[in-house]
């Protein structure tokens, strides 16, 4: 029978998980959240275990999610997938409205993102196009995770655990501008090669 073992650790909660599947696991953590909502909103996260394994990433996408959508912050730092870098995924089309995207490691869109459509990341989403999207970046907790678009006009953007609105720009721009997490939030701001360096010595 499916466990998942909850522990308190250098103030994280580890979700230790045991062998099991799917399908139990998401039940097992709607039940614990829902009964003792308090004790995990604002709570960072850790997965661990065995059980991991055994799931596909998109079903560790949706049990993350579960925790996003309970308030709980992703601290994932011992869980191997986000150490992956050779799932990023290179998309040569436009992402159609609707669409849904999810990568271990970095996406990288040769086109637009349609408005309604989704893109989930362990690492960078590039957009050589306009983003009209949802982007979640970092999605595993790396808080040095961007978007960039050639034209940033986003539905919502996500980096690790922090969140931010629509830009409200409809309009093509004349130069790209990329999101990044500084001082705890998320700032858009225009790219060069130059500045981007400097962000990065900064963090």
């Known amino acids: 029978m499916a466990s998942i073992k909850i522990?308190?650790?250098?103030?994280?909660?580890?979700?230790?998980?045991?062998?099991?599947?799917?399908?139990?696991?998401?039940?097992?953590?709607?039940?614990?959240?829902?009964?003792n909502q308090q004790l995990f909103e604002?709570?960072?996260?850790?997965?661990k275990g065995k059980g991991l394994n055994s799931l596909s990433?998109?079903?560790?996408?949706?049990?993350?999610?579960?925790?996003?959508?309970?308030?709980?912050?992703?601290?994932?730092?011992e869980l191997?997938?986000?150490?992956?870098?050779?799932?990023?995924?290179?998309?040569?089309?436009?992402?159609?409205?609707g669409q849904k995207i999810h990568?271990?490691?970095?996406?990288?869109?040769?086109?637009d993102v349609h408005e309604?459509?989704?893109i989930i990341a362990g690492n960078d989403i590039i957009i050589l196009g306009k983003m009209e999207g949802i982007a979640h970046a970092g999605f595993y907790g790396n808080t040095e995770s961007i978007v960039f678009a050639l034209n940033l006009?986003?539905?919502?953007?996500r980096i690790a655990s922090k969140l931010s609105g629509s830009t409200g720009k409809k309009g093509k721009q004349i130069f790209p501008e990329f999101a990044y997490l500084y001082d705890d939030?998320?700032?858009i701001k225009e790219y060069n090669s130059r500045d981007n360096l400097d962000r990065i010595k900064i963090l």
């Open 7 to 35: 522990k308190g650790i250098n103030n994280n909660l580890v979700f230790v998980f045991e062998e099991g599947n799917y399908s139990d696991y998401i039940q097992i953590l709607k039940d614990k959240f829902a009964a």
């Open 42 to 47: 604002g709570s960072p996260v850790i997965f």
């Open 57 to 77: 990433f998109e079903d560790i996408s949706n049990l993350q999610q579960l925790c996003l959508e309970y308030g709980m912050i992703l601290n994932n730092i």
């Open 80 to 97: 191997n997938i986000n150490r992956s870098y050779s799932k990023d995924i290179f998309i040569h089309r436009n992402v159609r409205s």
């Open 103 to 111: 990568s271990e490691g970095s996406v990288i869109v040769w086109g």
């Open 116 to 118: 309604s459509s989704e």
């Open 153 to 157: 006009c986003p539905g919502q953007i």
């Open 185 to 187: 939030s998320i700032c």
